[in-house]
T-cell receptor
Framework: GAGVSQSPRYKVAKRGQDVALRCDPISGHVSLFWYQQALGQGPEFLTYFQNEAQLDKSGLPSDRFFAERPEGSVSTLKIQRTQQEDSAVYLC???????????FGPGTRLTVL | GIQVEQSPPDLILQEGANSTLRCNFSDSVNNLQWFHQNPWGQLINLFYIPSGTKQNGRLSATTVATERYSLLYISSSQTTDSGVYFCAVVSAAGNKLTFGGGTRVLVKP
């Protein structure tokens, strides 16, 4: 596609539910990143893939967060047993080469009630 | 890890005014990007500028890598320039973008 797409755009979950957020990177982009943006703050790194390999997951806040990219294109961020503190915008970015321009999707706004 | 500081945190401008936003970073970088986050939350790429100077219409940016800072210039501001401007860097040893706290810009008609 022309840009990075994410779905759903909005998600409301009850505390304790599991959620899955999808990212479609720009076609041919090898590297894919997930970031979390809390209200009023800058995005913060969660995890990074190069093709299907998850090379850095140091930003995942707990073991309830899990990300995968099984075929090296689409990625899914899964949050198990959601908590209120998980409420945030989850942003996905992709880039052709590691130090190149990162292009961001529109984000998924997650609200946990 | 690398630290990124942006100033000022807030900026109110009259339409037509010029402004300068600053980004300081604490270590060598391979990547520096400026973004505009619009009211709908979309992060729009403005510049990829790990060093040097670039211009795009009314916007321009300069990065002095040896002194670890970057500047974003907005000239003849318009109400559509309102939003949050983020500077983000990738350290020389890293892969992820580290964002500054942003500058919130409001342009009044």
């Amino acid at each position: 596609g022309a840009g990075v797409s994410q779905s759903p755009r909005y998600k409301v979950a009850k505390r304790g539910q599991d959620v899955a957020l999808r990212c479609d990177p720009i076609s041919g982009h090898v590297s894919l990143f997930w970031y979390q943006q809390a209200l009023g703050q800058g995005p913060e790194f969660l995890t990074y893939f190069q093709n299907e390999a998850q090379l850095d997951k140091s930003g995942l806040p707990s073991d309830r967060f899990f990300a995968e990219r099984p075929e090296g294109s689409v990625s899914t961020l899964k949050i198990q047993r959601t908590q209120q503190e998980d409420s945030a915008v989850y942003l996905c970015a992709s880039t052709l080469q590691l130090s190149g321009t990162q292009y961001f999707g529109p984000g998924t706004r997650l609200t946990v009630l | 890890g690398i630290q990124v500081e942006q100033s000022p945190p807030d900026l109110i401008l009259q339409e037509g005014a010029n402004s300068t936003l600053r980004c300081n970073f604490s270590d060598s970088v391979n990547n520096l990007q400026w973004f505009h986050q619009n009211p709908w939350g979309q992060l729009i790429n403005l510049f990829y500028i790990p060093s040097g100077t670039k211009q795009n219409g009314r916007l321009s940016a300069t990065t002095v890598a040896t002194e670890r800072y970057s500047l974003l210039y907005i000239s003849s501001s318009q109400t559509t320039d309102s939003g949050v401007y983020f500077c983000a860097v990738v350290s020389a040893a890293g892969n992820k973008l580290t964002f500054g706290g942003g500058t919130r810009v409001l342009v009044k008609p």
